[in-house]
Every structure is written in C-alpha cells, then in structure tokens.
C-alpha cells in the first residue's frame, strides 16, 4: 500500500493548485460520471472542464458569490463538482417548498466525516444521518436542554453569567479599558453553554477552549472542502488537513473527558450529562451510544453555539452603534421596562419588542450561517426538474434575507420591519405568499435545535451594552466588512470600543 500523504495548508492557493492537479489525475484513471443522460436538470451556468464548478466554492466568501450568480441565472440552479451534484436554492419560495415537500429527504447533510475525530467525526450530531441516533440526540437536547421548560430551568445559570459579564464590563469602564466586543461574549456564552451542559465551567480551561472554539471556525471551510474531495483524493493517497483535525480532536478530547471524569467523580453532573451518561451505560433503552457520542455532541454545541452567539452580539452591536438614533430608542423602551432601577433580565424581553426587533434585523443582515447545507437522500422531480439522489442541496439563506423581491430596502439596517403591529404590509405579504423569508437558523427537522437560546442570550447581552454604558468607538463608523473564507460571518475587523459607565452605582445582583 502506498504510504499516506498527510498535507497541512497554510496557503488557500496551494490548496486550489493541489486540488486541482490531484482532482485532474483522479478523474482520468478513477473517475466514473455520475448518470443523468435523460434527466432534465436545472439551469447550471457556465462551469470548467473536469472540475466543473469547484472556483465557485473557493471563492471568499461563498455567500456573496453565490448570490450574483443566481441574480444572474436563476434562483434554482444545478452545479457539479467534479462528479458532485449540487442544487443552489435562492428564493425564499423555493426554500419554502423544499422544506414542505422534501423535508425528509434533505434532512441528512451527507458529508463524509473523519472516522475517530470529535469535530467533523462519525460520532457527531451535526454530521449524523438522519435516524435512530439523531432522533434520539434531537430529543434529548430538546427536553434537557433548549425547549421552553429546560431553559426556565437553567434561568438562574444564565442570569448569573449575564451579572458576571456586566461586572466584567463595569470594572472595563472603571479602568477606562478598551473591549474587545467579541471576547467578553465569547466568555459569556461558553461559560453560559458550559455550565448547562455539563453543570460546571471550564475554570482552569476556559481560555484553552475558547482558543479551540476559534480555531475551530477558521478550520471549518478547509475541513469542508477536505471532506468534499476526501474520496477522490484518498485515492491518491493524500489526506487533506488530518494533522490539523487530529490536534483539535485530541485537545477537545482532553478537555471534556477531564470535565466529565470530575462530574462524575463529585456526582455533579447537569440533567443532560447525567442523561447521556446513563445512555452510555445502557441504563435507559432508547439508544445505546458511547463515550464518544458524549463529548463528540458536546463539541458541536459548543463550536455551533458559541462561535454564532459571539458573532450574533457583535454584529448587533456594531449595527447599533452605527446607528445612533436606534441606539436612542433601545435605551428609552429597555429604561421604561426596568425603571432604571434594576439590570435588564431574560424575563423582560417579551416586553421589549424594540430589542427583539433589533436582534432579528441584525441576523437578517448577518446570519450566522449564511449558506444553509443539506442533501437529498433520493432522487426527485421538483418544480419540474429532476434531482439525483445524492445530491448536496445549498440554501443561500444571506441571500434570501437581501432579496430586494421580498425585502423592502434590504441592504438598510431597519428594525421597524419585524414590529408586525406597525407593519400591514409586512403582514399581507406573510397572508398572501408562502414564503420562507427569514431563516438565520436554517429550517425543517434539521433546523437549528438552540435557536430559543440564542435569541435569550444575545438579547441580554445586547441589553446589558445598551442599558449600561456609552461606547466610545475609533471613527465616525464600525468597519463591516466580514472575514473570507469561513463557514460562518465574522467581522473581519473585531469590534473594539470603549465602555462609559451610565450609572456610577452598578445595579444590584440578579441571583
């Protein structure tokens, strides 16, 4: 057997020359065309010899790209990579059928994963199939951790991390420190997650982690396209980024078996780890899993809901300090609400449809995950055309939320849109067409489980900036442009700002 190249890139030209040169070689003495003589497929614009549509992928940032291309040739598209079929879907109501009549269908991603690795692993939920497992996953984190009565549950955790957050911040003020926007959160909310899962923080660990979760998210394009040309170059004996996923994984794998061995040994486990653990010993009947299955689960809640919670509140806040007035109007509801008497809290939110609004507007614009992944399991006929079974299925959610169609002003940051009482049209448009206009969390089964949570957290946090402190920025205006080549939107220039204390006697405690 051939020895094993194991290939680490830096350089993202280095891996599109490597790709295809590999990929060229591959397909002359590998490759077999997938059939589709007869089929009628939908329109596919131009693409290259062999590698078909593969530039497309590699392209910066993946969401803008794809969106001039469906403004240029459609909102349903086919494209190929090598001999991968992919749909790209950018029209709220095609997105809206695809989720009423294929739901089932696409509810796997289908992605080849790393056999042993806790990230982008065979033991993961985001990567599991559609099944026993993931039903039973799916179940269990709606019940212990993210549907309405676990997280009334887990208020008092919360609350108390929000307390610590806006400690922090006061001490920041005090000293006339500059934030990092994006840092603070990021504690907030892996403290926030970290405690609800596993009943503890990672106190020792907590910068180790957060360093993992960051890097994990530069990693995850990479591994993206490393899984996508896996097969084709495992032929060739090459291995894309194995070092890198397997530094991670061991670290990651350090980290949690540490943390759950002290659980144990102190018997403080959360509801969900003590859940997961009777699972693992086959106490509960429901299914059987592995240790594995543990903290491969816990990985990916932490890396999807820290790493998109941290980008969420800071592209909030960048919008609202770019925004003078709308920061004015957030101040005088959330003042009205707690009397400034008191620190804003979880249970105000309901009446704080401003806040909500501005949260929404500000996912609208800059969605976590701007490309929805899926993959139909069987072929089928849609709106006329055929799809093959297999096939890699994109929702350009970024898209979707700009579309000028459905959207009015789309590119302006304008809250006032999601407050339906003083919107009719708003809500003629919802009456008169079905439509999937808004989905920063994806939609169908496969939907993102933490999406309460995350409208919880960011909205307190946000509130809390707001309530609290003035922001002393660099400049008339924040910096929007976002970072290439990752899988969620980031700001490519950290928001970095100065707190000013409103009040000079911090609120009381909220625990």
């Known amino acids: 057997m051939a020895a094993r190249t194991i290939v680490d890139f830096q350089n993202s030209s280095i891996f599109i020359l490597l790709c295809l040169f590999s990929c060229l070689c591959y397909s002359f003495f590998f490759f077999k065309k997938r059939n589709s003589q007869g089929c009628d497929l939908p329109p596919s614009p131009p693409s290259l010899p062999i590698i078909g549509h593969l530039h497309l992928l590699l392209s910066p940032l993946n969401h803008k790209s794809f969106q001039k291309l469906s403004s240029k040739y459609g909102p349903l598209l086919y494209l190929r990579v090598f001999n991968v079929p992919i749909i790209l879907v950018s029209s709220a109501s095609i997105a809206y ?127 993206f396209l490393a899984a996508i040309l896996r097969k084709p170059l495992a032929k060739l004996g090459i291995s894309l980024f194995k070092k890198d996923l397997d530094s991670i994984s061991r670290r990651y794998d350090e980290v949690f078996e540490k943390s759950i061995l002290e659980c144990e040994e102190h018997n403080q486990s959360s509801e969900m780890l003590a859940a997961l653990l009777e699972a693992c010993q086959g106490k509960t009947g429901e299914y059987k899993i592995t240790r594995n299955h543990i903290k491969s689960l816990f990985v990916d809640i932490l890396v999807a809901g820290t790493d998109t919670s941290t980008n969420a509140i800071q592209w909030t806040m960048a919008e609202i300090l770019n925004n003078p007035k709308i920061l004015e109007r957030l101040r005088e509801e959330i003042d009205s609400v707690t009397e400034k008497t008191r620190l804003i809290q979880e249970t105000d939110l309901p009446n704080l449809p401003y806040l909500q609004a501005v949260v929404k507007e500000a996912l609208r614009l800059h969605p976590s995950v701007p490309v929805v992944l899926r993959s139909f399991q069987e072929g089928c006929k849609f709106r006329g055309f055929d799809v093959l079974e297999k096939t890699a299925l994109l929702i350009n959610g970024y898209a979707i939320m700009r579309d000028p169609n459905i959207w009015e002003y789309p590119e302006e940051f304008k809250p006032d849109r999601f407050l339906l009482h003083s919107s009719r049209s708003f809500q003629e448009d919802i009456i008169k067409e079905e439509v999937l206009k808004y989905l920063p969390f994806g939609s169908g089964r496969r939907g993102c489980p933490g999406s309460n949570l995350a409208y919880l957290s960011v909205g307190t946090a946000v509130g809390v900036m707001v309530q609290c402190f003035d922001w002393k920025i660099e400049g008339d205006k924040v910096n929007m442009e976002e970072v290439p080549r990752t899988i969620t939107s980031t700001m490519a220039h950290p928001l970095k700002c100065t707190p000013l204390l409103r009040n000079l006697n911090p609120f009381p405690s909220n625990v």
């Open 97 to 223: 059928e695809i989720f009423k009549t294929q739901d089932v269908n696409v509810s796997t991603r289908n992605l080849p994963t790393n056999e042993g690795s806790l990230f982008f692993g065979s033991s993961g939920y985001a990567t599991a199939p559609y099944g026993g497992y993931w039903k039973f996953i799916k179940k269990l984190i709606t019940t212990k951790l993210f549907g309405p009565q676990a997280l009334e549950r887990s208020r008092g955790i919360r609350a108390d991390e929000v307390n610590r957050f806006y400690l922090n911040l006061v001490d920041k003020a005090t000293k006339k420190e500059t934030v990092k926007i994006a840092e603070e959160a990021m504690k907030l909310i892996t403290n926030s997650i970290c405690k609800i899962l596993m009943g503890k923080s990672f106190s020792e660990d907590g910068e180790k982690v957060r360093g993992l979760v960051s890097e994990t998210g530069v990693m995850s394009k990479k591994f």
